[in-house]
């Protein structure tokens, strides 16, 4: 059974820097891990997804050029360094474990969140 618990949210202003920690219980190198936010009244959507080796590595087009995913595999790590926050990043962040997708239906395995607050 993999468990995943994501840190690092907080309350921030606008163009200030955040970064969410994935810490992940069993093998994570076996996996390709995911970003994803949900914002009040909205659905699910799509942050970022880093492949198994971090070879390949995704964005939404909303946070391209201002966040960049990694991951450690040693360490059973994956980040998520968030640059230039805006009031619209504003969400609670997922991340998760499976498949390279930007589809949540192809991830197996949850994180139970981490809220994300930018103020402007």
């Known amino acids: 059974q993999v468990q995943l618990v994501e840190s690092g949210g907080g309350l921030v202003q606008a163009g200030a820097s955040l970064r969410l920690s994935c810490a992940v219980s069993g093998t994570l190198r076996r996996y390709s891990m995911g970003w994803f936010r949900q914002a009040p009244g909205k659905e699910r959507e799509f942050v970022s997804a880093?492949?198994?080796?971090?070879?390949?590595?995704i964005y939404a087009d909303s946070v391209k050029g201002r966040f960049t995913v990694s991951r450690d595999n040693a360490k059973n790590t994956m980040d998520l360094q968030m640059n230039s926050l805006k009031p619209e990043d504003t969400a609670v962040y997922y991340c998760?474990?499976?498949?390279?997708?930007?589809?949540?239906?192809?991830?197996?395995?949850w994180g139970q969140g981490t809220q994300v607050t930018v103020s402007s």
């Open positions: 880093i492949s198994s080796s971090g070879g390949r590595k």
């Open positions: 998760a474990a499976g498949d390279f997708s930007t589809s949540t239906h192809q991830y197996t395995y």
